[in-house]
């Protein structure tokens, strides 16, 4: 059984004792009110990660980082690498976000030695995928994402491939308030999980947690993990919010 996952990427916000007191509220939400065979994920900035990893509940809350170094370590100034993150308790690294991908222009090649520096050093790579609007309008969202996939997470391994998660997230949906259809985020990602049937296998496809990501919110949670092929989120705006993000958790 594949896990449900619902993940804040709380991007660049909060000053670390407004992240510690967020996250703080959000774990005792999350222990007293949450539904239990959620995985909940805080996506941070490193500046936050240890603290945060320290006042959470373990047991029902990871941390997430929001990039690492595409080198182990070095002479990378300002880089933060997988070791470094591992080292602050944080389990789970974003890659590939869409905002990462346009305005600091990582590359299918960097993105990939991303998740396979994260997969080497035991921690959970949540790999983002999506096309623009323009894409979507001209209706080669498919192609589109198949060669992302293609470029940086099929090269893997079949037992490294097992231990991802997928985020699609739809540029046009991100903090527009547009959310996708459940219809939409739905097609979309059943056709990423027949892809992966056909390059690895059904087995590791049925197994693989597929987050959709952009404008969730509490208000629409329930309809898109209604549907069959969306196995949480990954939440943006609404994961500030630690009742509304609670409200998400629960919304299956
Ligand atoms: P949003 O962001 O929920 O604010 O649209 C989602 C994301 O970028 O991960």
Same mark, same amino acid.
């Given at each position: 059984?594949?896990? +449900?996952? !619902?993940?804040?990427?709380?991007?660049?916000?909060? #000053?670390?004792?407004?992240? /510690? =007191?967020?996250?703080?509220?959000?774990?005792?939400?999350?222990?007293?009110?949450?539904? +239990?065979? !959620?995985?909940?994920?805080?996506?941070?900035?490193? #500046?936050?990660?240890?603290? /945060? =990893?320290a006042i959470i509940d373990k047991s029902r809350v990871s941390v997430a980082a929001q990039n690492c170094a595409a080198e182990p370590k070095g002479a990378f100034t300002g880089e933060v690498s997988v070791s470094m993150i591992q080292s602050t308790g944080a389990t789970f690294i974003i890659i590939g976000h869409s905002e990462r991908r346009d305005y600091y222009h990582e590359t299918s090649e960097i993105l990939n030695k991303k998740v396979a520096l994260t997969l080497a050093q035991g921690l959970t790579p949540i790999y983002c995928c999506g096309e623009a609007l323009a894409i979507r309008e001209a209706g080669t969202e498919n192609a589109f994402v198949q060669n992302q996939l293609e470029e940086t997470i099929f090269n893997l391994s079949a037992e490294d491939f097992g231990k991802i998660v997928i985020a699609y997230e739809p540029i046009w949906a991100i903090g527009t308030g547009r959310t996708a259809s459940s219809q939409q985020a739905q097609d979309m990602l059943a056709f990423i999980r027949g892809l992966i049937a056909k390059k690895y296998n059904q087995s590791i496809a049925d197994n693989c947690s597929i987050l959709y990501g952009g404008s969730c919110s509490p208000a629409n949670a329930n309809e898109l993990f209604g549907q069959p092929d969306i196995d949480g989120g990954l939440i943006g705006g609404a994961s500030l919010k630690a009742d509304d993000f609670l409200a998400i958790i629960n919304a299956y």
């Open positions: 059984m594949r896990k +449900k996952i !619902v993940a804040g990427n709380w991007k660049c916000n909060t #000053t670390v004792s407004e992240g /510690v =007191a967020l996250a703080k509220q959000v774990s005792d939400l999350v222990v007293s009110k949450g539904a +239990k065979d !959620v995985v909940v994920v805080l996506g941070t900035p490193f #500046t936050h990660l240890t603290s /945060v =990893a």
